[in-house]
């Protein structure tokens, strides 16, 4: 049994992880690093209800310094981890080497950003709390022009926000449709059409070429020629793994750290969240999620299996699941869907705001989709994880229509 | 033990309609119900579960 496990990361999965020890009945030290100052925090408001202003940042808040003290945390903020050595079982930490008996991985991912932007005021990204602060007040100066670009769930999230904020917004996005490579072009098109019935101007198909203006954003010219009136423009395609300070680690890393089906990187290092990509049982093949819930689990399933031998670790193959609320709409999906799925759309209810539709692949139910209709996903999920066949899922889709 | 939801922080995720279908229910109309809020003790474990995975941290349990 370890003495003590160290959790590289701060945030919900790294959160899960400590906790998770703890009910397991750990009694060693837990050592929890994070290279932002602030306590943990949970991150979904940070483009929803905290950036409109609805929630103060301390509700925001994954652990209360109570829950510090019952937890016997030893908790680092601040502080970034480089030069892992998983031979010496050593990272630096501040220009010091530290050692570690067991470890977690969980250092997230960080927004991607658009070259030569840095020194251009105005452009943001959507990450962290500091970002989303100042992306609120950029909201608040006057009656700023705003793009988004990149149509993605966080770029959709954010124009929904502003445009509640009565802001002006444009959202700038690549594919013909916002969240076709996510959801298929039909359903896509559902989204589209939610953003531009509460106003939002769509530009689809079309690239950003250059940025206007010296110090301040003032504009966005588009390889079409248009050129789109910014003071404030939100970037949000896509984001990196933090995987920079695991280089000559030893470990594998391919868009993430890789791991096997338990979640484990290598003997008593195991990885969960946004950084890691496992072997998936279910699908196959390896895959990397950037997802609330799947952190969560992930990051309590990952610690757990740093307290069992090889021959009783479970593998963790869990249906992904995730949610984005964008105006009076929440949009849920669970499972994968991939281009050339069979779709089916099971409920359609424009009056209701109300939307269900499924996909499947092989003979086998892939993924539901559902707006305002979480009863729904959470049923055709359930059928997902009894592995149900697609026939199934079109026979049980007539009897809830 | 007492299932308490917070009502003013719920958004019908239904994922604890999903781990504890015979707690929690969301029904046509989008809202949650509390079906059982006072499950027996075998229920625990995936009380715990709706509690830890519910995106708003709106479920508690109350001894």
């Known amino acids: ?401 | 033990m007492r299932v308490v939801v917070d009502f003013d922080l719920c958004e019908s995720n239904a994922i604890c309609m999903q781990i504890a279908p015979d707690i929690f229910e969301v029904r046509d109309d989008d809202f949650l119900y509390v079906l059982d809020e006072t499950p027996s003790e075998d229920r625990r474990s995936n009380l715990e579960e709706s509690v830890q995975r519910c995106p708003k941290q709106a479920i508690s349990i109350e001894e």
């Open chain 1, 1 to 401: 049994m370890h003495s003590s496990i160290t959790i590289v990361g701060a945030s919900l999965a790294g959160v899960r992880a400590a906790e998770a020890l703890r009910s397991e009945g750990f009694e060693g030290v837990i050592k929890l690093i994070g290279d932002e100052a602030h306590v943990p925090y949970d991150r979904p408001p940070l483009s929803k209800s905290f950036l409109e202003g609805a929630m103060t940042s301390e509700r925001l808040s994954l652990l209360t310094k109570e829950k510090i003290t019952e937890l016997e945390l030893q908790i680092r903020t601040g502080s970034k981890a480089s030069k892992l050595d998983i031979d010496s079982q050593t990272f630096e930490i501040e220009g010091e080497v530290e050692g570690f008996d067991a470890l977690v991985i969980a250092t997230g991912a960080r927004a991607r950003k658009l070259p030569n932007t840095e020194k251009i005021k105005g452009i943001y990204t959507l990450r962290s709390l500091d970002d989303s602060i100042e992306i609120r007040d950029s909201f608040k100066s006057g009656n700023p022009k705003v793009v988004v670009v990149g149509g993605g769930f966080i770029g959709c999230e954010v124009a929904a926000t502003a445009s509640a904020f009565g802001i002006e917004v444009t959202i700038v996005e690549s594919q013909d449709v916002p969240l076709s490579h996510v959801l298929g072009e039909e359903a896509g098109r559902v989204i589209s059409k939610l953003h531009t019935d509460n106003g939002v101007q769509l530009k689809c198909g079309v690239e950003v070429q250059e940025f206007k203006g010296e110090n301040q954003v003032e504009g966005v010219l588009l390889k079409d020629g248009t050129l789109l009136e910014a003071d404030v423009v939100i970037v949000g395609i896509g984001a990196t793994p933090n995987t920079e300070w695991l280089e000559d680690s030893g470990l594998t890393i391919e868009n993430g750290v890789c791991c096997d089906q338990t979640c484990l990187a290598a003997p008593n290092i195991v990885a969960a969240g946004d950084v890691a990509r496992w072997d998936h049982r279910g699908y196959g093949k390896s895959i990397r999620l950037e997802h609330w819930d799947n952190a969560a689990e992930q990051g309590k399933h990952a610690a757990l299996r740093l307290l069992q031998k090889d021959s009783e670790a479970l593998p963790y193959a869990p249906i992904p699941w995730f949610w984005s609320d964008q105006f009076d709409r929440k949009i849920q999906l669970a499972g994968i869907s991939s281009p050339g799925d069979d779709f089916e759309v099971i409920v359609d209810s424009p009056e209701e705001g109300r939307y269900t539709a499924i996909y499947g692949n092989e003979g086998r139910l892939k993924a539901v989709l559902g707006i305002n209709r979480p009863r729904h996903v959470m049923q055709f999920k359930s059928l997902m994880e009894e592995e149900a066949s697609w026939k199934e899922a079109l026979d049980f889709a007539k009897g809830i229509g």
